[in-house]
T-cell receptor, first 113, second 115 residues
Framework: DSGVTQTPKHLITATGQRVTLRCSPR?????VYWYQQSLDQGLQFLIQ???????AKGNILERFSAQQFPDLHSELNLSSLELGDSALYFC????????????FGPGTRLTVL | AQKITQTQPGMFVQEKEAVTLDCTYD???????LFWYKQPSSGEMIFLIY??????QNATEGRYSLNFQKARKSANLVISASQLGDSAMYFC????????????FGKGTRLHILP
């Protein structure tokens, strides 16, 4: 158990819908990262937050947004969902930004029908 | 632009043998970090080892070591005395320490340990 929690574990929804994925980092970790893993694109970095502020942006679509709250939990919002958004979404946290170990959550499996 | 290349899509290795998983990278940054992660069939991502670009010694964590050759831009993972439980997907990743912390992952190597 990495100490990072993600909910829900599985999510099935329809095209055009909007969903919210939630992540709670390890106690004391200030950085939260979001990743998307799909068969065709591999593991893609989406976005990073550090202590409530956006720190780095990767291949995140405009239909996706994220935020980190004062209690350091983070949410990833996916809207106008398309079939191609079906993937495993990971959240990871680290104590410091960019360095050392990132602890991954168990992931949220999103299926868009 | 940053790039990570893992040239071995799949490997089969006999149990108890040592394994080297290749990873080469390209970056114009002077300060960067390299990670290796393991993803078993259950799906979770497990951190294995980290190497900073300014670290003078190769990183080691138990049976895992990172063969860091900065001039050749390679960061190969070495697993000593492989075990059946090492069968998994292995990802190499590069993070920039400059203005942003963008992280890129390689496509992975699927390692099969044979009894």
């Amino acid at each position: 158990d990495s100490g990072v929690t993600q909910t829900p574990k599985h999510l099935i929804t329809a095209t055009g819908q909007r969903v919210t994925l939630r992540c709670s980092p390890r106690s004391g970790d200030l950085s939260v990262y979001w990743y998307q893993q799909s068969l065709d694109q591999g593991l893609q970095f989406l976005i990073q937050y550090y202590n409530g502020e956006e720190r780095a942006k990767g291949n995140i679509l405009e239909r996706f947004s994220a935020q980190q709250f004062p209690d350091l939990h983070s949410e990833l919002n996916l809207s106008s969902l398309e079939l191609g958004d079906s993937a495993l979404y990971f959240c990871a946290s680290s104590e410091r930004t960019g360095r050392g170990e990132q602890f991954f959550g168990p992931g949220t499996r999103l299926t868009v029908l | 632009a940053q790039k990570i290349t893992q040239t071995q899509p799949g490997m089969f290795v006999q149990e108890k043998e040592a394994v080297t998983l290749d990873c080469t990278y390209d970056t114009s940054d002077q300060s960067y970090g390299l990670f290796w992660y393991k993803q078993p069939s259950s799906g979770e991502m497990i951190f294995l080892i980290y190497q900073g670009s300014y670290d003078e010694q190769n990183a080691t964590e138990g049976r895992y070591s990172l063969n860091f050759q900065k001039a050749r831009k390679s960061a190969n993972l070495v697993i000593s005395a492989s075990q059946l439980g090492d069968s998994a997907m292995y990802f190499c990743a590069l993070v920039s320490m400059n203005r942003d912390d963008k992280i890129i992952f390689g496509k992975g190597t699927r390692l099969h340990i044979l009894p």
